[in-house]
């Protein structure tokens, strides 16, 4: 009878822990939400990516649909190159889609933005997004502001 | 003039080989695992043991974890206006850092040092010879299932810590101190990553699960066979664990999220 107890203890310290993992993986981490692994790529050039970081989300819309998956430096046009991973049901992006960076708040974390264009035909893998803002750096705002006002006086 | 540096030598010979000593016999102790898989009821005695029996300073020590990270979390963070990402911090640290770290301490405490004097004690009552003597491995009848026991109850214990440690932030974050239930759960999910962040940490306290067994079970076996070496082998278990969990850790986060 001790070891049949000791079994049914173990039974449910084993499934408790399991229960545990899978609330980790499924309330906790995106895995529930979002996979990362399914989905097509595309590229964007930007001049200047702020502090966007890989794993940095891409919204359409304010919908996650996708994340940063590499950044890189081309030394020959001198631009970012962002490659960004959509997830596959999100497939029916015109060719002329916009990319910005954006800002969730005035200090949250920085975010791709796409605004979809109207053309007919759709982003497929490897295609690179010719439409693009680059990040807005707060400083550069300040140093602008800044001259425009001892300029005016 | 050479005698401190011939001590410091001593020791540093005395410490490596004691440190050989543990791999002869750990090597020993996985040699005896897979013929535990025919008698899987020895292991699973020893998950009631180590694994079962530590649920509860695991829950209450992760629910009041949880919930004093919620706490201190909220008053800084609203600071600075953001206090809607207390999920995702207390989430965070918890599955990097504090669960599998604290759980290792505590599952020093709490199994390797009953793993050391259980074995330690077998020893002194010379339990082990006789074993021996009846032609029965004791390393393969009374220290392997310790120790792949020890290894699968630490991650497990680990996941529990974890949640459990997550909804006592939930509980002090949202419960009462009025944080969006909503934005605790999203802005979690959106910053937590299931590989880098969760299976990490199940990783790290894989690792600490072998550390710590690996450390009591030869503490154990290797105890002097008085009431006094016992003893003191016991509370090698403990600080050695300690020391081990907290610089392993360090050198798996350097590891494992240094590069991003």
């Known amino acids: 009878m001790y070891t049949r107890m000791t079994e049914i203890a173990v039974g449910c310290f084993v499934a408790v822990g399991l229960a545990a993992l899978v609330m980790l993986a499924m309330k906790v981490s995106n895995l529930g939400a979002f996979s990362d692994t399914d989905g097509y790529t595309v590229s964007a050039r930007f001049e200047n990516i702020g502090g966007l970081k890989v794993r940095s989300p891409v919204r359409l819309g304010g919908v996650r649909i996708g994340r940063v998956n590499a950044i890189s430096y081309d030394q020959d046009r001198y631009e970012a190159v962002i490659e960004m991973t959509i997830g596959n049901s999100y497939d029916r992006l015109p060719v002329d889609t916009a990319a910005n960076i954006f800002t969730s708040g005035l200090l949250g974390e920085q975010y791709i933005g796409l605004e979809p264009g109207a053309e007919e035909d759709y982003l497929a893998s490897g295609d690179v997004i010719e439409l693009t803002q680059s990040a807005i750096i707060i400083e550069q705002l300040i140093g602008h502001f800044l001259l425009n006002e001892s300029q005016a006086e | ?260």
Request: glycine share 10%.
């Open chain 2, 1 to 260: 003039m050479f005698e401190p540096i011939r001590l410091i030598g001593e020791a540093a010979l005395r410490a490596l080989a004691r440190l050989g000593q543990a791999t002869l016999f750990i090597v020993q102790v996985i040699a005896g695992i897979p013929p535990l898989l025919r008698r899987f009821s020895l292991v699973i005695t020893q998950l009631y043991e180590v694994g079962v029996l530590s649920i509860a300073i695991i829950a209450v020590s992760a629910l009041a974890v949880g919930m004093v990270l919620g706490l201190q979390m909220f008053y800084t963070l609203r600071d600075f206006g953001s206090e809607q990402i207390l999920g995702q911090v207390v989430a965070l640290s918890l599955v990097r850092e504090l669960g599998p770290v604290l759980t290792g301490l505590l599952f020093a405490g709490r199994a390797g040092s009953a793993l050391t004097a259980e074995i330690g004690l077998m020893k002194a009552t010379e339990q082990l010879s006789s074993m021996e003597m009846m032609a029965v491995d004791p390393i393969k009848r009374v220290v392997a299932p310790r120790f792949l026991a020890g290894i699968l109850s630490m991650p497990l214990l680990a996941a529990m810590f974890s949640a459990v440690g997550i909804i006592g932030g939930y509980l002090v974050g949202v419960g009462m101190l009025g944080v969006d239930s909503g934005a605790f759960w999203s802005l979690m999910q959106a910053n937590v990553d299931f590989y880098d962040d969760i299976l990490n940490g199940m990783i790290k306290s894989l690792v600490f699960g072998i550390i710590i067994t690996w450390i009591a079970v030869f503490e154990g076996y290797d105890a002097k066979p008085t009431a006094e070496g016992v003893s003191r082998a016991t509370m090698r278990t403990v600080v050695h664990s300690a020391f081990a969990v907290l610089a392993f850790d360090f050198i798996l986060t350097a590891l494992m999220f240094g590069g991003s």
